[in-house]
């Protein structure tokens, strides 16, 4: 079955320090793995997503995540965090197999100390 | 601009009582979806339509109707079997195939129940 875990509910990082985000999941076939960020109240806006290629993607606001797939994971990843970074992060996982629908995992809230 | 609208942003409905949620997009996209959201949790899928006049039923479809009659538009309907409608319910859009592209997302729409 497809699902996708995000271990952490709740991360706070301070203001300058640098950031991590996991994502593990379980997919039967060549998975598409995305990062959405949902500012409160607010719809969801894409970050990065990889498909193929280059394991280290790069995505908008300084973003990055790493596709591992012998760990099955995709952690995201941003070296400095700025204070507009608080938000609700969730890692999503899909591909041709499922090719109508992404399975979300539950999300990690990002606090941001100053 | 092009992107995606909901209406209202605020809903509120009494008991036993039908609610349209209103979700409209002018990017020209095929495929578009209904997403619930309750706290602690990831998005799950309501329905979703690949194409005008026809939708398939996601993993939550119980207690909820969709039409697509227009492209651009694909309207929830909150029926009175929904018997915990409460939730942030987004709406959004994709080129082709959820599993292989990007989503964008609306704004969403919060529903009370009085």
């Known amino acids: 079955a497809q699902s996708v875990t995000q271990p952490d509910i709740h991360i706070t990082v301070s203001e300058g320090a640098s950031l991590e985000l996991r994502c593990n999941y379980s997919y039967g076939a060549t998975p598409y793995l995305f990062w959405y960020v949902q500012s409160p109240g607010q719809g969801l806006q894409l970050l990065l997503k990889y498909f193929s290629g280059d394991t280290l993607v790069q995505g908008i606001k300084g973003f990055e995540a790493e596709f591992k797939r012998s760990q099955s994971s995709f952690n995201l990843r941003k070296p400095s965090v700025h204070w507009s970074d608080a938000a609700e992060y969730f890692c999503a996982v899909g591909g041709y197999s499922s090719a109508s629908k992404i399975i979300f995992g539950s999300g990690t809230r990002l606090s941001i100390r100053p | 601009d092009g992107g995606i609208t909901q209406s209202p942003k605020y809903l509120f409905r009494k008991e036993g009582q039908n609610v349209t949620l209103s979700c409209e997009q002018n990017l020209n996209h095929d495929a578009m979806y209904w997403y619930r959201q309750d706290p602690g949790q990831g998005l799950r899928l309501i329905y979703y339509?690949?194409?005008?006049?026809?939708?398939q039923k996601g993993d939550i479809a119980e207690g909820y109707s969709v039409s697509r009659e227009k492209k651009e538009s694909f309207p929830l309907t909150v029926t009175s079997a929904q018997k915990n409608p409460t939730a942030f319910y987004l709406c959004a859009s994709s080129p082709g195939l959820a599993g292989v592209e990007t989503q964008y997302f609306g704004p969403g729409t919060r529903l009370l129940v009085l």
């Open positions: 339509s690949q194409i005008v006049n026809d939708f």
